[in-house]
């Protein structure tokens, strides 16, 4: 539980969304999702299925050990650019769900220092390496 909001907010993060577009859509309230996010609350499964859902993800429930590490944070020039309509383009000429760009770039920005042109270069990369695979 203690990882509960530092995922609910990476991932809603990574997805570019706001508290408030994901509590739309999950059908919550704008301070639940924000409680959750920063530890505080006990959530039902049914609204972390629903939050999932918004989410575009799954909820998975593990006991013991092997459970999984909490998403990386995402770096806030990378929340921006994960936030722009150019993104969503460029994540789909690639063939590839927005989140999935995000996270992947989210371990990227834990070894580098990255700002929001080194983001558009890496992603100009990947448009430049899916037009022309090898």
């Known amino acids: 539980m203690d990882s509960l909001g530092p995922t609910l907010r990476a991932l809603r993060q990574a997805s570019g969304r706001t508290v408030a577009s994901v509590a739309?859509?999950?059908?919550?309230?704008?301070?639940?999702?924000?409680?959750l996010e920063n530890g505080r609350g006990n959530p039902t499964t049914g609204a972390l299925a629903r939050l999932a859902g918004a989410l575009g993800t799954e909820l998975r429930v593990s006991f013991g050990e092997g459970a999984e590490e909490a998403p990386l944070p995402v770096p806030p020039s990378l929340v921006r650019v994960g936030r722009s309509e150019r993104f969503r383009r460029v994540a789909a000429e690639i063939g590839a769900d927005p989140a999935d760009v995000v996270a992947a770039l989210a371990a990227v920005g834990r070894v580098v220092d990255a700002g929001e042109q080194d983001w558009w270069r890496v992603l100009d990369a990947m448009v430049l390496v899916a037009r022309h695979p090898v």
């Open 24 to 35: 739309a859509d999950a059908g919550l309230s704008v301070p639940y999702i924000a409680n």
